[in-house]
């Protein structure tokens, strides 16, 4: 059994979301710990079952329509002690015995990408925790966390399989081999395209975070209502900065002839955005299964929690005869559970990190 648990002004609270059984002996116990942009989350995994998923997430940001570096990672730093001993204490109700620190087999940490101050909040107190347990530390890929976040379920995808991962910074169709051997066949050229929805919401008036509040919003309008330039990318790569563009001048001309033109249509304008850029991802995605032969389809990154993309992945699953995959939406957005599960894989194949490595803003795989 885990929990999904928010934090907000140190006041923890927690509502059950999976139930995952663990029990036996020897059992591989892994402490993990996410903190690559503006939420400090800590998971227990135990032989590849997540006990806890303990998110603390930071509502400073909202009033300036985006993240502050700075003040995301002082609010890690004020974060992270509650957060890892909640993880600690709700693994422990979970698996029905006193876990400690002393129980932990490895800890593990997002290394690389995100914003620099926050992963060094993160890294820096896996590393103090590693080297005072005497306990082996794991460095993992934010990216490579949530292609594996489909792992956690007990329903999920065998390899190969392919995964579209769609969050605010990256944008990639990924081959995946085996938990540790990940191909990345296609990507954004420019943008991604969470920042599409996101600078499509702030187009339309909406506050931080936008991209949410389209979805929303998408739900009680017409998706065809208004039509958006569609990039014409030879081979799986995306690109989204001409679709933004197109928004921008599609809006500025319609206000200027009528000033409440978005207040009136907002609705349609949420439908026909998301319709649009899902249109792209699902093209692409479609295109990459006919290349591969694949039809184990999974989708993952903080954009997969959008229900148009989730729901369309379904309907082209029935269509195209795919076997599709999606993680439970606390799965979908930054967590350390994904970071848990693959520490655990890679804990498995002997892949430790010195206490030199220093955590990297931008990473390849």
């Known amino acids: 059994m885990a929990y999904f648990c928010s934090v907000s002004n140190n006041n923890i609270s927690e509502e059950k979301i999976i139930s ?19 939420e400090t989350s800590a998971s227990v995994c135990v032989d590849g079952k997540i006990l806890s998923n303990i998110i603390a997430s930071q509502a400073v940001h909202e009033q300036y329509g985006g993240v502050v570096p700075e003040l995301a990672s002082r609010a890690h730093i004020q974060n992270i002690v509650p957060v890892v001993d909640a993880a600690l204490k709700t693994a422990s109700a979970t698996h029905h015995s006193s876990l400690t620190t002393h129980e932990i087999d490895a800890i593990a940490f997002t290394q690389a990408p995100g914003l620099i101050g926050s992963l060094l909040v ?12 005497n306990k082996p530390l794991i460095a993992v890929h934010h990216m490579q966390a949530h292609v594996l976040a489909n792992l956690i379920a007990e329903l999920r995808p065998s390899f190969p399989f392919l995964c579209l ?4 910074g990256h944008t990639q169709i990924v081959l995946a081999h085996s938990p540790l051997q990940l191909e990345i066949i296609g990507e954004t050229i420019d943008d991604a395209a969470g920042e599409a929805f996101d600078k499509s919401a702030k187009m339309l008036g909406l506050p931080y975070p936008g991209g949410p509040l389209i979805d929303k919003y998408a739900k009680q309008g017409n998706a065809k209502a208004f039509k958006f330039a569609e990039p014409q990318i030879p081979g799986l ?16 001309k319609e206000v200027k ?12 304008l949420c439908a026909s955005i998301q319709y649009t850029i899902i249109h792209i991802l699902m093209k692409k995605l479609k295109k990459a299964t006919e290349q591969t032969g694949i039809k184990q389809v999974c989708i993952a990154g903080g954009v997969s929690a959008n229900s148009g993309l989730r729901n369309a992945l379904k309907e082209y699953g029935v ?17 350390a559970a994904m970071i848990a599960i693959t520490a655990y894989y890679k804990y498995l194949a002997g892949d430790f990190a010195e206490l030199s490595i220093s955590p990297t803003a931008r990473a390849e795989w």
Do not use: H, M, R
């Open 20 to 38: 995952n059984d663990s029990s036996g002996e020897d059992k591989t116990v892994i402490l993990a710990i996410e903190s690559s942009c503006d």
């Open 122 to 133: 993160g890294a820096q107190f896996a590393k103090s925790l590693s080297l005072a347990l």
């Open 165 to 168: 991962t769609v969050s605010g």
């Open 237 to 252: 790569n995306f690109s989204f900065s001409g679709l933004k563009t197109s928004v921008l001048y599609s809006l500025q």
């Open 257 to 268: 002839n009528n000033p409440a033109f978005i207040e009136e249509n907002l609705y349609d």
């Open 319 to 335: 269509k195209y005869n795919w076997q599709t995959f999606i993680p439970a939406f606390e799965y979908c957005t930054d967590n």
